[in-house]
């Protein structure tokens, strides 16, 4: 394998040059990466890697606070779409994951870089019961109601609170979970996105009842969430548009069993999006 130098030369260009052409003129960051550190109690959100993970200082904070790039070279978020945002905005506090990068790495899209958990426009109740779960996550949080009601934002929320102290955390909606299980059985390409989705702390999947899926798979959403149920530090965040009967007959009678049994949250105020035009 080549050195650890090396390849954080070869990624170097994957990242936006106006911005690191920047940060060398004010902090010389090009020094630190010729000697990159190495970790190996850091794990890879993306590809599940402990122990190549290749470091600089991070030129917006005071501190010498670094950031970390993982040098697994075929883990995908070496790749030019999920590198490091063009518009970077510093943390107010210290994070285990700097929300922005949590943004890219699992395909928010940077129009979400202002969320935060205390723009969440919910009941105080509902608030109270969210922080309750980032505290200590465990078993299933179900969002349901109609389009642009909240569900997905406060989802969002979730994992921006949460990522303030712990790295462990994946966003994914239903479309992008399918396109990863269908990678799997791909010869050609490694993939432990089994494992990652099974063992992350906390987990979104997104618009639950999108689209036709195989039995195949949702016989996998069933053995996922039969495995995160087994343990009392992995929690599920499930949002859907479907009513409960309609999510019974998508689902299958087994995985709507293990469903129901989770904390039920109704969205029904009126959709933020619709009140834009």
């Known amino acids: 394998m080549k050195t650890l130098s090396s390849y954080i030369k070869k990624i170097l260009p994957k990242i936006n040059p106006n911005l690191l052409v920047h940060e060398i003129a004010v902090v010389g960051v090009w020094e630190v990466l010729k000697k990159p550190e190495l970790s190996n109690n850091i794990k890879c959100l993306v590809c599940g890697s402990c122990d190549h ?3 600089y200082i991070d030129p917006h904070s005071k501190s010498d606070r670094r950031v970390w790039i993982c040098a697994n070279p075929i883990c995908e978020s070496t790749n030019l779409k999920n590198m490091l945002p063009s518009t970077y905005t510093p943390p107010k506090l210290l994070r285990a994951l700097l929300w ?15 969320v935060s958990f205390e723009l969440i426009q919910q009941s105080p109740a509902m608030i109270k019961a969210m922080k309750d779960f980032v505290d200590k996550p465990f078993g299933i949080f179900y969002f349901h109601g109609g389009s642009g009601t909240g569900k997905t934002y406060s989802a969002m929320a979730i994992c921006e609170l949460f990522t303030r102290k712990n790295s462990s955390c994946r966003f994914m909606t239903m479309r992008q979970m399918l396109a990863k299980w269908l990678e799997t059985f791909k010869e ?7 494992e990652v989705v099974n063992t992350v702390e906390l987990l979104v999947i997104d618009d639950f009842g999108t689209g036709e899926v195989s039995p195949g798979f949702m016989g996998f ?23 409960a009967a309609k999510i019974a007959e ?6 709507n069993d293990r469903l129901s049994t989770g904390t039920y949250f109704k969205f029904d105020k009126a959709s933020r999006r619709k009140s834009k035009f």
């Open 188 to 194: 050609e390409k490694i993939s432990n996105f089994s």
């Open 250 to 255: 998508y689902s299958g009678e087994a995985l």
């Open 100 to 114: 922005p990068l949590f943004c890219e790495l699992n395909g928010i899209g940077d129009v979400h870089h202002e």
């Open 53 to 55: 993970y290749a470091v």
């Open 221 to 243: 959403i069933l053995d996922l969430i039969n495995t995160r149920m087994q343990w009392k530090n992995r929690g599920t965040i499930i949002t859907t548009n479907l009513s």
